[in-house]
């Protein structure tokens, strides 16, 4: 069975960091795309950052750009998040996702064009200001 799960989420001050981890079983992360989504209370879930690991390209939504860095480690099969400067807005449930289509849009948000086949369970990120 596929299994992602995610680690790393946790309370934090404003202006801190915090690196997530997704660590994939029965399931190679070079396989397709693999990213980060969030959800705060009252709203949709949005996408965060992707990445095609076997190629290395990258996707990050505007809101994140140059704060947050989405990697991998093939050797652990895990893809991080780190997230540094973090502000109040970034608080939120965070989920690692598999296999989805990231399409990047015009206002420097993304989305997904194909729903991820695999999702992790989450892990909170409280940031306070």
């Known amino acids: 069975r596929v299994r992602l799960v995610e680690s790393g989420g946790g309370s934090v001050q404003a202006g801190g960091s915090l690196r997530l981890s997704c660590e994939a079983s029965?399931?190679?992360?070079?396989?397709?795309?693999m990213g980060w989504f969030r959800q705060a209370p009252g709203k949709e879930r949005e996408g965060v950052a992707a990445?095609?690991?076997?190629?290395?390209?990258?996707y990050y939504d505007d809101a994140v750009e140059g704060r947050f860095t989405i990697s991998h480690d093939s050797a652990k099969n895990t893809v991080f998040l780190q997230m540094d400067k973090v502000k109040a807005e970034d608080t939120a449930l965070y989920y690692c996702?598999?296999?989805?289509?990231?399409?990047?849009?015009?206002?420097?948000?993304?989305?997904?064009?194909?729903?991820?086949?695999?999702w992790g369970q989450g892990t909170q990120v409280t940031v306070s200001s």
């Open positions: 996702a598999a296999d989805f289509f990231p399409v990047k849009t015009s206002d420097g948000r993304w989305y997904t064009a194909k729903q991820p086949t695999y």
């Open positions: 029965e399931y190679d992360i070079n396989t397709d795309s």
């Open positions: 990445i095609y690991p076997r190629v290395g390209t990258t």
